[in-house]
């Protein structure tokens, strides 16, 4: 298969400081979660637009503009753990 438009985006988001400014984003999942996506071994397509949108968000408006909880929540999310 070709490599889809946003293979690179896709590879850097694990490292995004829009991302990590988020605070709420785990990097090592991420990884792990691109990696199953472009390996083919899981279908997270929509859950990495998702994040690659929240990531266009924060660059472009600043994780300021999140809601105060979701700033303060200690909970990290990940996928494929």
């Known amino acids: 298969r070709r490599p889809?438009?946003?293979r690179d985006r896709l590879q850097a988001l694990p490292q995004s400081p829009a991302l990590e400014a988020?605070?709420?984003?785990?990097?090592?999942?991420l990884r792990t979660a691109v990696a199953q996506h472009?390996?083919?071994?899981?279908n997270l397509?929509?859950?990495?637009?998702?994040?690659?949108t929240i990531d266009e968000w924060?660059?472009?408006f600043?994780?300021?503009?999140?809601s105060?909880?979701?700033?303060?929540?200690?909970?990290?999310?990940?996928?494929g753990s």
């Open 4 to 6: 889809g438009p946003l």
């Open 22 to 29: 988020c605070g709420i984003f785990d990097p090592a999942g």
């Open 38 to 42: 472009l390996q083919q071994h899981r």
């Open 45 to 52: 397509g929509k859950f990495l637009l998702m994040l690659l």
């Open 58 to 60: 924060v660059r472009q």
């Open 62 to 66: 600043g994780a300021d503009t999140l």
């Open 68 to 79: 105060e909880p979701a700033r303060r929540r200690p909970a990290r999310f990940a996928v």
